[in-house]
């Protein structure tokens, strides 16, 4: 079984449970290989995107979140955000991005 997927079976909806919660630290920083920067759109931009959280507590009725996230907010801790931060650096320092 796949946990944590929907899919439809003769027409009828079913969900598998949720698989584990992930701890947003312990999910390996990326490594990115500078070959190929220039397939990532937001670098030509000169912009650079890092995801800090996931979900959200508020319950908008038009919005997906309290569906696939339940209304919670997960954070990363501040020293796993430097941490990215600096490993970005490291990685591109001669590039004109922003943070
Ligand atoms: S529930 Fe959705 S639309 Fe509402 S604040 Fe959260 S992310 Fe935004």
Redesign the pocket.
Known sequence: MVFGITYKVNDIVKSNPGGRKIVLDEIPIFTLPSAEIDKYPSFKSGSFHIQNSRG?P???GF?Y??TFNKNRWRGKSAKRVLDEIQHINQLFPYSNYRL
């Open positions: 959200c508020h319950k908008c919005c979140n309290s």
